[in-house]
């Protein structure tokens, strides 16, 4: 898969993105936030290799503007669980990877991004806590916050126990708080 987006003059990020699946090639295209459009068509049509069909998907969408994610200035955002131990209970794996799939699908179909993983075990705080943390990288920081939130408030996925932080892409400084629905104290 390869995403590439683009900001225009009035603060929207367009996004455009391929894979290749089940004998066809699949072109992705939107307004970050939205699903956008999807075409299939045939793989490999015309073309020899992805090598052949990444450098064209590549020179079309680059001279409209479009580039690389990694290029791109971002957002990780971190959705953190209370857990009651180190390991976590059954619950809590289950709930990792519900809502791991949930994200993966939900910034993925609406071009904001990706989840990059997850840990669990002991908090910063000074008091004993634990928790699970899921790492997201997004392009728009407020969108991939209602995003997340909508999709696991709608999946039931504990939704009033999570608390949401974020910091830029291209800092490495704490992260700050952004919702939560009791507790305002936040550790990673």
């Known amino acids: 898969m390869l995403t590439l987006y683009r900001k225009e003059t009035d603060g929207k990020i367009l996004y455009a993105e391929y894979w290749i699946e089940g004998g066809q090639v699949v ?3 939107g307004t970050v936030g939205t699903y956008g459009t999807t075409t299939r068509t045939d793989w490999p049509g015309s073309y020899r290799d992805e090598t052949e069909y990444k450098s064209d998907f590549l020179t079309r969408f680059i001279d409209q503007g479009y580039e690389e994610a990694s290029n791109q200035y971002g957002y990780v955002l971190l959705i953190q669980y209370p857990m009651k131990s180190m390991s976590g209970s059954k619950r809590d794996l289950w709930l990792k990877d519900k809502a791991s799939e949930a994200l993966i699908s939900e910034l993925g179909w609406k ?3 990706v ?3 997850h840990d669990m075990g002991k908090t910063a705080n000074p008091v004993t806590a ?6 997201c990288y997004v392009v728009d920081e407020k969108l991939g916050i209602q995003a997340i939130k909508r999709v696991l408030k709608e999946m039931r ?3 009033t126990r999570i608390k949401i932080a974020s910091r830029e892409l291209e800092n490495d400084g704490e992260y700050l708080l952004n919702s939560a629905k009791k ?3 936040f550790y990673v």
Do not use: M, P, T
């Open 115 to 117: 989840v990059d993983g």
């Open 183 to 185: 507790d305002q104290e």
């Open 27 to 29: 072109e992705h295209l």
């Open 111 to 113: 071009g904001l991004g």
């Open 157 to 159: 996925l504990d939704y």
């Open 130 to 135: 634990f928790a699970l943390n899921i790492y």
